[in-house]
């Protein structure tokens, strides 16, 4: 179960303050975490039972979930040879966390995302359709910056991409399907300040593909064929040479209690070039969303020396 | 006083720096690298969309060497008949004259005002008339299964007319169909003027014809822009349909000339059925199955694509024909008689 952790410090006699510098409850702060003191009062019994030498880690999952509405540019040549322009609307969600080995070191990001985007063509008489989910998974390394609040982070990661493209006036070319699957790299650059008296962190993040699987047909060739069972030369060894895709985002977080207000860029550019078919698709959107730290409390509480360590 | 500790933490503070810059200009230099040049957008002008369409034909069209079509004469042909201030009706005429030299009736140029085709069928005798079987062989009276038409006649023939493959057929339809025609003597499956649909129907309807895996064809598409880049055929089978209704008894097919498309391939796999009798006029053709593209100006262009073989190993697109061939007879109109119907019958009666 996960609770709510704000990014203050929790004032009880039991989770109380901490004297120890190392306690880091998020990025300042000191309210709102109304839901975390709840918690560690209701599990108080559990935290003196768990009270050890020992220090006990603590790793809050920043939690954000996002929305995001921009531009986006279409082009599938499989249906089409016109790029179509229009607008991109998404549903995110990010979970960032230290990980449960060498949290002091290592990061874990697990990212959602739905979009979608209808395009119109520049006769502005046809729509194309463009339904995406994407599911992503980074484990990267820690290291603390030049300079205080900065953290700079640099790892792998793996992404499903899946979704399709539906031309309404379409025939036998009526949509084109596409399953990517990825390995790549995974940057971030993380700067934790103040703006005025507010809490914020200002993120830029990037994920780069490099290898993977992904799924095109041929040329000319329709699903009816694929239906009948012809499957040969439909995934292809994705790679520099014949396909790029970059994601990348620009985020202010605002800590406003224990609730964190996101806004940022978001930016996509995708594009694939094999068996004589061209995709490319970009998009730059807005990005607002909503978040906090969340903390799941161990079965046998909070030790009042935990130890709280932010995967940013 | 310049300590070991902040050396190493200066040292410590440049290779960060270094490597977040270095991620940045990497970045860069992999998105340079790796950029792909996208198409030509052309322009929306009158040579603009002239050359879209041409090109799409050029690039995608499979029947160029079948038909003996020079597509670059075509196209200089007709690009002379451009004018930079002609109306959108006289591109449209040129385009449409264009695509006539394929003689295609699966490719078309849609735009909001009109449509152009090359239907091939509007050449050729009809040899159907729905009125006439309704008055002088149904009496009116016959029953109706999602798109299909059918009857047991007074001579104990089964009649089902299917007038498109876009009508969706289950195969609870079928059943009750076919077993109201179980007691027939023969079935007549009437298909013409059905201008064709979704091929996944064609595969519905044969599974009743067959007991067994069939061998009913290939399948091919182009692989690559040039006019020779095509695929290994993909040779296809159907299955038998399992746990319904199968008809074992003899069939004749009746088909003209407007029997096209999805059409066209159902004649011509139920013509290699060894129970099977084709009769009427050679179909429409139209093997290839349908793509479509677009014009900078919006028009919609469909075209043929994948060419589809019949069992032979022939490509269907000038038709398939038939095992007996008949026109309606000027004679039998008034007086009420299907002539196409009339030789079924007489081919079933020998068969019984």
């Given at each position: ?6 990014t ?15 306690l880091?409850?998020?990025r ?5 975490l109304?839901v975390?003191?709840?918690?560690c009062?209701?599990?108080s019994g559990?935290?003196?039972a768990?009270?050890a030498?020992s220090v ?7 939690a954000m979930f996002?929305a ?8 599938d040549t499989y249906?089409?040879p016109i790029?179509y322009?229009?607008?991109h ?9 230290a ?5 002091h070191?290592w990061t874990?990001q697990l990212?959602l995302?739905a979009s979608?985007?209808?395009a119109r063509?520049?006769a502005?008489n046809?729509?194309l359709h463009t339904?995406?989910?994407e ?6 390394h820690?290291?603390p910056g030049?300079?205080?609040g900065?953290?700079?982070l640099?790892?792998?990661?793996t992404?499903l991409?899946?979704g399709a ?6 025939s036998?070319?009526v949509?084109?399907a596409h ?13 934790s300040t103040r703006l005025?008296?507010?809490?914020v ?5 990037m994920t ?6 992904f799924f095109?047909p041929?040329?000319?060739e329709?699903?009816?064929e694929i239906?009948?069972?012809?499957h ?6 994705g ?5 790029f895709?970059?994601?990348h ?6 800590h406003l209690?224990g609730?964190?207000?996101?806004v940022?860029y978001h930016?996509?550019?995708e594009q694939?070039?094999?068996?004589h078919?061209d995709?490319?698709?970009?998009t730059?959107a807005l ?19 935990a130890k709280?360590?932010?995967g940013? | 006083?310049?300590?070991?500790h902040k ?5 410590r503070?440049?290779a ?5 810059w270095?991620?940045?200009?990497c970045?860069l ?9 996208e198409?030509?957008q ?19 069209y499979?029947?160029?060497a079948d038909?003996?079509?020079d ?5 200089d ?5 451009l004018t ?5 009706q006289e ?12 003689r ?8 909001s005002h009109?449509?152009s ?5 509007e050449?050729?005798?009809v040899?159907?008339?729905?009125r006439?079987?309704d008055e002088?062989?149904?009496n009116?009276?016959?029953r109706r299964?999602?798109g ?7 001579n104990n023939?089964?009649?089902?007319y ?6 969706p057929?289950?195969e609870?339809?079928?059943?009750l ?6 007691t027939a003597?023969?079935l ?12 996944t129907?064609?595969e ?6 067959i007991?067994?895996r069939?061998?009913?064809g290939?399948?091919q598409?182009k692989?690559g822009p ?8 993909f040779d296809?089978?159907f299955e ?6 199968h008809y ?11 029997s096209?498309s ?7 796999i139920m ?7 084709v009769?009427?006029d050679?179909t429409?053709?139209g093997s ?6 677009e014009?900078?100006n919006?028009?919609?262009?469909r075209?043929?694509s ?8 022939q490509?269907?697109?000038h038709?398939?024909?038939?095992d007996?061939?008949?026109d309606?007879s000027a004679?039998d109109?008034p007086q009420g008689?299907?002539?196409l119907l ?11």
């Amino acid at each position: 179960m996960l609770y709510q952790c704000g990014t203050g410090a929790v004032r009880n006699g039991r989770c109380g303050k901490p004297n120890t510098p190392s306690l880091r409850w998020g990025r300042g702060g000191r309210g709102g975490l109304i839901v975390l003191l709840l918690l560690c009062l209701f599990r108080s019994g559990a935290a003196r039972a768990g009270e050890a030498d020992s220090v006990q880690l603590l790793r809050p999952v920043n939690a954000m979930f996002t929305a995001e509405v921009g531009h986006a540019r279409v082009l599938d040549t499989y249906l089409t040879p016109i790029a179509y322009s229009g607008t991109h609307l998404a549903l995110g969600y990010t979970a960032t966390q230290a990980t449960g080995f060498a949290p002091h070191r290592w990061t874990r990001q697990l990212s959602l995302e739905a979009s979608y985007a209808p395009a119109r063509n520049p006769a502005h008489n046809r729509t194309l359709h463009t339904l995406m989910a994407e599911g992503g998974w980074s484990l990267m390394h820690r290291w603390p910056g030049w300079r205080p609040g900065v953290n700079v982070l640099l790892g792998g990661s793996t992404r499903l991409r899946a979704g399709a493209v539906y031309n309404p006036s379409g025939s036998n070319n009526v949509v084109s399907a596409h399953i990517h699957w990825s390995v790549g790299a995974a940057g971030m650059i993380v700067w934790s300040t103040r703006l005025r008296r507010v809490p914020v962190t200002l993120s830029y993040s990037m994920t780069l593909p490099v290898a993977g699987v992904f799924f095109s047909p041929e040329y000319d060739e329709s699903f009816y064929e694929i239906y009948l069972g012809n499957h040969s030369h439909l995934a292809h060894f994705g790679w520099w040479g014949n396909r790029f895709d970059l994601d990348h985002r620009l985020s202010l977080d605002l800590h406003l209690g224990g609730t964190i207000v996101r806004v940022g860029y978001h930016g996509r550019f995708e594009q694939s070039w094999v068996s004589h078919l061209d995709t490319k698709f970009s998009t730059h959107a807005l990005v607002i969303g909503i978040g906090g730290d969340f903390l799941s409390i161990p079965r046998r509480g909070i030790n009042p020396k935990a130890k709280i360590i932010n995967g940013l | 006083m310049l300590t070991p500790h902040k050396v190493v933490a200066a040292s410590r503070n440049c290779a960060l720096k270094y490597c977040a810059w270095s991620m940045v200009h990497c970045a860069l230099l992999l998105l340079m690298a790796s950029c792909h040049d996208e198409p030509e957008q052309r322009p929306d002008t009158p040579q603009g969309n002239f050359d879209a369409l041409w090109t799409i034909i050029d690039e995608h069209y499979p029947f160029f060497a079948d038909k003996q079509v020079d597509w670059q004469a075509v196209g200089d042909h007709y690009r002379q008949l451009l004018t930079d201030d002609m109306t959108s009706q006289e591109l449209f005429d040129v385009c449409s004259d264009m695509l006539k030299e394929l003689r295609d009736g699966h490719t078309n140029l849609i735009a909001s005002h009109d449509v152009s085709r090359y239907w091939i069928w509007e050449q050729y005798p009809v040899n159907y008339d729905e009125r006439l079987i309704d008055e002088h062989y149904l009496n009116f009276n016959y029953r109706r299964a999602s798109g299909i038409k059918y009857a047991l006649l007074d001579n104990n023939y089964g009649y089902m007319y299917y007038a498109s493959f876009a009508s969706p057929v289950g195969e609870g339809n079928l059943d009750l169909v076919l077993n109201h025609l179980a007691t027939a003597d023969g079935l007549i499956i009437d298909v013409r003027s059905n201008g064709g649909g979704y091929l996944t129907n064609v595969e519905t309807l044969v599974g009743r014809f067959i007991d067994e895996r069939t061998y009913v064809g290939s399948i091919q598409h182009k692989t690559g822009p040039g006019h020779d880049d095509f695929s290994q055929p993909f040779d296809y089978y159907f299955e038998p349909t399992k746990n319904h209704i199968h008809y074992q008894k003899p069939v004749v097919v009746l088909a003209n000339r407007g029997s096209f498309s999805a059409t066209n391939n159902f004649v011509s796999i139920m013509k290699h059925l060894p129970q099977v009798t084709v009769v009427g006029d050679t179909t429409g053709g139209g093997s290839g199955l349908p793509f479509t593209s677009e014009l900078p100006n919006g028009w919609n262009v469909r075209f043929s694509s994948c060419p589809v073989r019949d069992p032979g190993g022939q490509v269907t697109e000038h038709g398939v024909p038939p095992d007996v061939r008949v026109d309606q007879s000027a004679a039998d109109t008034p007086q009420g008689r299907d002539t196409l119907l009339e030789t079924a019958f007489a081919i079933l009666a020998r068969k019984r």
